[in-house]
């Protein structure tokens, strides 16, 4: 429904009061992060952004009455800390020191990698907790193209307004509405805080990464701070398997005890 008439869709998803509201709040947020991109190495930005993962537990607990199994909740911790830890560990980036045939090739293969995604969750007769992660991790990485597109751009762009009109603000746009669908498609197959934290995580670690390619973010200056990233990716990658929570199986089985 939502490739076939987005501009419907988009009218529909925008009828609800709370898709307004969060998306209203998106954009508030997103205004910040665009901000923060001009001001900030991409590492250190996502190092900030990284916290919401906990905070959007917590919120969807306590007022939208969401119930996370315990061992999602060791997941998202996990992930969030292996994600803080990878932002606050990075070193300062060199100002205005951009690699083009990295920024040409990160965005080539993220955009590749994502229209796979999408096409593999719309012709796969898969479960539709798996579509709604897979939908997400596609929105996540189209996000963050977006974002290094932007981190590219708004440097330049605040001191001459016509730098904006080149091939990385259309590459920008075009991440941003695609990721805008398979974001919401995402939503309505899979569960709200797992397809959110897939979408965040996905989002985060491939920011990091083209920090690291495309602005030239170090690694670490010391064996022991390239020791302690490393680790606290694999914390990502650990907290990410432990995320989509029991399979439908599992979770029958413990029905069917319970009533018993």
């Not at 009061?17 to 997103?30: D, E, M, N, R």
């Not at 803080?84 to 990295?102: M, N």
């Not at 932007?150 to 590459?171: D, E, Q, R, Y």
Request: hydrophobic fraction near 60%; proline fraction near 4%; charged fraction near 10%.
């Amino acid at each position: 429904m939502l490739a076939h008439c987005p501009v419907r869709s988009a009218v529909d998803l925008f009828r609800s009061k709370w898709w307004t509201v969060g998306w209203l709040v998106a954009l508030g947020a997103w205004l910040l992060h665009v901000g923060a991109l001009s001001l900030a190495p991409l590492s250190s930005v996502q190092a900030v952004i990284s916290a919401g993962l906990v905070f959007t537990a917590i919120v969807a607990q306590r007022f939208f009455g969401f119930h996370l199994e315990r061992r999602q909740e060791t997941g998202l911790l996990a992930a969030a800390g292996g994600l803080t830890v990878l932002g606050l560990t990075a070193a300062p980036a060199v100002r205005g020191h951009t690699s083009a045939a990295g920024l040409i090739a990160v965005e080539c293969v993220l955009f590749a990698l994502s229209a796979v995604l999408i096409a593999a969750a719309s012709r796969l007769e898969a479960p539709q907790l798996r579509k709604g992660i897979i939908l997400g991790t596609a929105a996540g990485a189209l996000f963050a193209t977006s974002d290094i597109a932007i981190k590219h751009l708004v440097s330049p762009g605040l001191t001459h307004f016509m730098l904006l009109v080149n091939p990385w603000t259309l590459s920008a746009l075009v991440a941003m509405v695609v990721a805008f669908y398979a974001s919401a498609r995402s939503l309505q197959l899979g569960p709200a805080i797992a397809v959110i934290t897939f979408t965040s995580l996905t989002a985060n670690i491939v920011a990091l990464l083209g920090g690291i390619l495309v602005f030239h973010d170090p690694i670490g200056h010391t064996p022991l701070q390239i020791a302690v990233r490393l680790a606290a990716f694999c914390l990502v990658i650990l907290g990410a398997a432990l995320l989509p929570g029991p399979r439908a199986s599992e979770t029958t089985a413990q029905l069917s005890l319970s009533r018993a």
